[in-house]
């Protein structure tokens, strides 16, 4: 005879205290939380490992779960291949610095010689060759090694952290007074409280049968752009337009080019001009492009592949100004379309969190699409998850944040915001925010 099934359990009795919400019940925990909290956080990007970080500032102790086999930091990703070393950041190209908060992390990596201002010449290009460089204020901050080690020194900073990689958190299941993790059935883990700091598919399917239908919600509300990535190293220069005094493009947002809306050459961003590297360019689409040409990013059609990989190659002519079929062809390539890239839509706000059930989001999409609101955004969490320490904090419904903001389109080029360049016209709310309590 098979034994009863176990009925979930928010609270201390076996029965549990729900309320219905939508299509899912919404959990209530009633059982104080633990003097000694920990926190799960499921994705190791800018934001989750920011919210980390600011945790252990309050002596709470976390773990990161992340999808990512090759390291973590989400679109902070550098990609290095071969025996060459080819070098590619292919996701987030460069950011500006707007907050104080920001600026007092950057300053710090900069003390530690892991970014640096990108003096090189960027600017926007039209069709034909047409460049016009942007002026050097604000300044332009990379990875010195690309942006991936910049995830790994928020790593070295963190005592209170655990990171589990690469792991799919499938399942959250509340029960008790805390929150269950399992991928695919194997045990993850409980925790007293969850932060969910990616998005796109994966997160709403995650989100669907949580218990979390108010923020199950706010994360459908989120639309997410498609964008092609194209990796291309070349033997020699491309034959890139210059400034007036002569030095050549280094990067430039595209414009005018269905195929095209960026283009960087890692090898001079990276090592300087006067490297002898194979020069490494990244390559993004529009996002019109990436909609146009949509596919399960995990199983790329060859066909498909080919069409993206020639279209966004005749874009790199059109836009340096030339001849057809002129360009040489790259001794090597690599094509990745980044699904879920970047937000088009936004609440504008910090991060959202609901404390009936103890879960939060965060992520750049809450206040933007730029590493520094990502940034901003796992401070915020951080700062705010810690009111659970509070003694009447269960009692207090007016914590919960951010769970019915309407969202409005975002600006911003296609590859993402950068607070104070150019004339762009930015959502940049991060200097109202309260960060602290």
């Given amino acids: 005879m098979n034994s009863p099934r176990r009925k979930p359990s928010y609270g201390a009795s076996r029965r549990s205290v729900l ?90 990596w900069s ?21 016009n460089p942007l002026p050097p204020s604000p300044p332009r901050y990379i990875g010195v090694n690309g942006m991936r080690p910049l995830a790994e020194s928020i790593i070295s900073e963190t005592s209170m952290m655990n990171v589990v990689r690469p792991c799919w958190v499938s399942k959250l299941e509340p029960y008790n007074g805390k929150w269950y993790l399992s991928e695919n059935g194997k045990p993850c883990g409980h925790f007293d409280v969850i932060v969910i700091a990616h998005n796109g598919k994966c997160a709403n399917r995650l989100l669907a049968s949580s218990g979390l239908p108010l923020i199950a919600r706010q994360m459908k509300r989120l639309d997410l752009s498609s964008i092609w ?80 990989k020639k279209a966004m190659l005749e874009g790199v002519e059109l836009a340096i100004g030339l001849p057809e079929n002129s360009l040489k062809s790259p001794f090597y390539s690599r094509l990745q379309l980044w699904g879920a890239a970047l937000p088009t839509n ?61 969202f409005q389109p975002l600006k911003g080029h296609d590859i993402g915001q950068f607070p104070g360049l150019g004339s762009e016209k930015q959502i940049n709310k991060a200097n109202d925010l309260q960060l602290t309590t």
């Fill in 19 to 108: 309320k219905k919400s939508f299509t899912q019940e919404q959990v209530d925990f009633t059982v104080p939380i633990s003097t000694d909290p920990v926190v799960g956080i499921i994705g190791g990007g800018m934001s989750g490992l920011l919210c980390a970080l600011y945790l252990q500032k309050r002596g709470i102790e976390s773990t990161v779960f992340d999808t990512g086999i090759h390291g973590l930091g989400g679109r902070m990703g550098t990609r290095i291949v071969g025996p060459e070393a080819l070098t590619f950041d292919h996701a987030a190209q460069f950011f500006t610095v707007s907050d104080p908060n920001f600026a007092e992390m950057v300053d710090l």
């Fill in 229 to 308: 990535a194209l990796l291309a190293a070349f033997e020699d220069p491309l034959p890139v337009p210059s400034t007036a005094s002569g030095i050549p493009l280094e990067g430039a947002f595209v414009e005018g080019i269905d195929s095209l809306s960026w283009m960087a050459n890692n090898t001079t961003k990276l090592f300087g001009s006067q490297t002898s590297r194979p020069h490494c360019w990244t390559f993004f689409s529009t996002a019109a492009f990436g909609k146009q040409n949509k596919v399960p990013q995990e199983s790329i059609p060859s066909s498909t592949a080919e069409k993206v």
């Fill in 111 to 131: 003390k530690n010689g892991l970014v640096r201002q990108w003096d090189g010449a960027i600017g926007e290009l039209q069709s034909g060759g047409n460049f």
């Fill in 346 to 406: 936004s609440p504008g706000i910090p991060c959202i969190f609901d404390p009936r059930g103890r879960a939060g989001i965060c992520g750049d999409w809450l206040l933007g699409s730029s590493l520094e609101a990502a940034a901003l955004s796992g401070m915020a969490l951080a700062n705010h998850a810690s009111l659970l320490l509070l003694p009447l904090f269960l009692f207090m419904n007016e914590f919960a944040l951010g769970l019915n903001d309407e």
